[in-house]
């Protein structure tokens, strides 16, 4: 399976500012995946990325609020732009597995506003 | 969209006992049902699978079971260990949705020693 790396781990970051997150996978994958999860809560969906297509976004999340860019089939990143206290989260970037529908996980980037 | 509950949100068990997890899912052309197990302060790995067409998974001590008709999809896990103890997410995933997988509540797993 792919294997993702995720960076910032961690992060602090003041209101107003964007904070860009950025995942690496070692093989080329058509699709790669953006998840929110907030402190003991479920995995939402931000967007899926697609090589050479804009991304799409699950209901509740915008572009101008995180424009993503997928350059090639390896790479991706995630901007949280303007941000408040209520972005506080860890953030996921995630690619299919190999022969399924099942997700392999960066490690994630635990953000904090202040 | 798809809508899936996960019961229940917290389960704790004995050492060696078995601990089952129920997951009801909305959208009848769901058709793969993954289980994620989430340590703390770790990234939620794949554990078992299933998709539609079959009705039980079985992987060591963990298993699946799928009821299509009634939509819902439960994890057994039986002789349970210390190292279980976890939060455990199910996931229903429409493959005609470019792979999304909408999650479950999550379900906080704890194996008293």
């Known amino acids: 399976s792919a294997v993702i790396s995720q960076k910032p781990s961690r992060d602090i970051c003041q209101r107003g500012t964007s904070l860009t997150i950025q995942c690496q996978v070692d093989s080329q994958v058509t699709m790669m995946f953006w998840y929110r999860q907030q402190p003991g809560q479920s995995l939402t969906l931000i967007a899926t990325a697609n090589q050479g297509s804009e991304a799409t976004y699950e209901s509740g999340f915008v572009i101008d609020k995180f424009p993503i860019s997928r350059p090639n089939l390896t790479f991706s990143t995630l901007t949280v732009s303007n941000m408040s206290p209520e972005d506080s989260s860890i953030y996921l970037c995630?690619?299919?597995?190999?022969?399924?529908?099942?997700?392999?996980f960066g490690s994630g980037t635990r953000l904090t506003v202040v | 969209g798809e809508n899936v509950e996960q019961h229940p949100s917290t389960l704790s068990v004995q050492e060696g006992d078995s601990a089952v997890i129920k997951c009801t899912y909305s959208?009848?052309?769901?058709?793969?049902f993954p289980w994620y197990k989430q340590e703390l302060g770790k990234r939620p790995q794949l554990i078992i699978d299933i998709r539609s067409n079959v009705g039980e998974k079985k992987d060591q001590r963990i298993a699946v079971t799928l009821n299509k008709t009634a939509k819902h999809f439960s994890l057994h896990i039986t002789e349970t260990q210390p190292e279980d103890s976890a939060v455990y997410f199910c996931?229903?995933?429409?493959?005609?949705?470019?792979?999304?997988?909408?999650f479950g509540d999550g379900t906080t797993l704890t194996v008293k020693p």
């Open positions: 959208d009848s052309a769901s058709n793969y």
């Open positions: 995630s690619v299919g597995l190999g022969g399924g529908y099942g997700y392999t």
């Open positions: 996931a229903a995933t429409l493959n005609t949705n470019a792979g999304k997988s909408t």
